[in-house]
């Protein structure tokens, strides 16, 4: 390992650190840290001719570079590979006039979204804004504006990359359209991105918060939250989570050990908020956040965790929400009963989402209208067993309405880009791996030929 420390060094400005460095393991460590990946050495790269640099060494010496911004989405098959932290790079560049951002590959959906509001516009954010928004958008991105607007891949103008020869390029539309279309959805296995440029989205009225019941109000807020999604305008947003407050002492009394059930909402101009007199019909509100937001504030809609946790997602698509699925939900996940599991949700998607466009990047369309999604968070190691039947008694309640299929974004440790691309979009993007890396040279965490 010396050597390789030693190798790197020369021919790198960023940092360095190989096993048996003070800090390796710490910053070699995901922030999902339930994988633990083994990897060579970790280089914190200065610019994007560091990246090309260390392109260009790791393949004379026959191994592999796994970029990780930050780890949400970790893999446990990056043994042997460097790890590329992006820290260093983390600019944001918004041209208001143009509604354009310019992003560096660490910059995160918070980062972004602080800019792009001090001009009224949004970004194409998820529900949490500490992830890196190069990473989110190179497996699509579906953001709380995708019905409105779609992937969040599709929104791109440019990527800089490092290709496998360790070449600096700009690549668009028009200068590489199968490089660009791969990279729109396919993930980071195809080269390394050290910029972005995308479209912003015009932001002013955006509003959304949370309403919180107890569980025993699920029925209540599932039949609400049908009815809602059924006439919802595509500039409105509403996912609908059964809770599993942990009895944690830090927690504040109501919510301690709360069986809950919430509505999520986000919504630009004042889409739709008509619809949303369906919730405030229903009597026990344990709190109501709703209200004019700032775009900086999107990110914290859903509550979710902002420190490194050990969690495992496990994801599907339905193919409908009907009144059979509704209550095969409630029965396997209903009030009382999501624990080992945090959260249970269901998210309502359509829309621009599920509009077949000729433009489209390798994200393509989600055509099932609503998406599942349970979250286990491992507070001991024994949890996992616990987590992972739990997840499985929940999709098999609902298998006759899943379609098997996950968007690259919510795939699981243990599930491969198979689950993620219908097969004539895999063997296209298998194609471009094998022409564009043939020595294999790029590792993303979910590999299309994996
Ligand atoms: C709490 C939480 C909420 C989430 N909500 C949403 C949501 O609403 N919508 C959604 O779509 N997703 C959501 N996700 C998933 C999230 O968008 C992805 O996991 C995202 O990839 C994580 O970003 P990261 O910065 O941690 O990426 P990492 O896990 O660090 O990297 C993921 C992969 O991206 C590739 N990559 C990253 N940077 C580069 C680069 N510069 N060049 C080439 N390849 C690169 C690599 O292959 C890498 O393995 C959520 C995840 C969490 C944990």
Redesign the pocket.
């Known amino acids: 390992m010396r050597e390789l420390g030693i190798g790197l060094r020369r021919v790198l400005r960023g940092r360095v650190l190989v096993q048996g460095d003070e800090e390796f393991e710490a910053i070699s460590r995901?922030?999902?840290a339930a994988v633990d990946q083994r990897v060579v050495a970790v280089v914190e790269a200065a610019d994007a001719a560091d990246v090309s640099a260390l392109v260009r060494y790791a393949r004379q010496a026959g191994l592999a570079v796994?970029?990780?911004?930050?780890?949400?989405?970790?893999?446990a098959g990056f043994e042997g590979t460097i790890l590329l932290r992006?820290r260093l790079m983390n600019s944001v560049e918004v041209r208001p006039g143009e509604r354009i951002a310019r992003v560096g590959?660490a910059a995160?959906w918070g980062d972004v979204l602080a800019e792009a509001g001090k001009h009224e516009l949004v970004a194409l954010?998820?529900?949490?804004a500490?992830?890196?928004a190069?990473?989110?958008t190179?497996?699509?991105?579906?953001?709380?504006f995708g019905r409105k607007y779609g992937f969040?891949a599709n929104s791109v103008r440019s990527f800089d990359?490092v290709d496998a020869d360790g070449a600096q390029l700009t690549v668009t539309r028009e200068s590489d359209p199968e490089l660009f279309w791969a990279l729109r959805g396919g993930?980071?296995?195809f080269?390394?991105?050290?910029a972005m440029e995308f479209d912003l989205h015009p932001g002013n009225g955006l509003y959304g918060g949370r309403i919180l019941w107890p569980a025993t109000r699920a029925a209540a807020v599932m039949a609400a939250f049908r009815e809602v999604t059924a006439q919802a305008p595509d500039g409105l947003s509403v996912w609908f989570t059964l809770l599993q407050f942990p009895p944690f002492p830090e927690l504040p009394e109501p919510l301690r050990g709360l069986s809950a059930v919430a509505i999520d909402v986000a919504s630009l101009d004042g889409e739709g908020h008509d619809l949303l007199r369906a919730f405030e019909a229903i009597p026990g509100v344990i709190f109501d956040t709703r209200g004019p937001l700032a775009a900086a504030d999107l990110g914290a809609i859903?509550a979710?965790?902002t420190d490194p946790?050990d969690?495992f997602?496990h994801s599907e698509l339905l193919t409908d929400l009907d009144d059979a699925a509704a209550a095969a939900l409630l029965m396997s996940a209903g009030p009382g009963t999501v624990a080992p599991l945090v959260s249970v949700q269901v998210r309502h998607l359509g829309g621009a989402l599920s509009v077949v466009r000729e433009d489209a990047g390798a994200a393509g369309h989600i055509a099932e209208p609503y998406m599942l999604s349970m979250v286990g968070v491992l507070f001991t190691p024994e949890m996992e067993g616990p987590v992972r039947a739990r997840q499985e008694v929940i999709a098999s309640a609902l298998a006759f309405r899943t379609s098997g299929r996950k968007?690259f974004?919510?795939l699981s440790h243990d599930e491969t880009a198979a689950h993620a691309f219908p097969a004539s979009t895999l063997a296209r993007l298998r194609d471009i791996k094998r022409r564009r890396d043939p020595a294999g040279v790029?590792?993303?965490?979910?590999p299309v030929l994996g």
């Open positions: 995901p922030w999902d796994a970029t990780q911004p930050n780890g949400h989405a970790p893999s992006t590959p995160t954010a998820g529900s949490t500490v992830v890196s190069t990473a989110f190179l497996g699509g991105g579906v953001s709380w969040a990359v993930g980071g296995d080269a390394i991105v050290t859903a979710e965790p946790t969690a997602v968007p974004t919510f790029f590792r993303s965490n979910h």
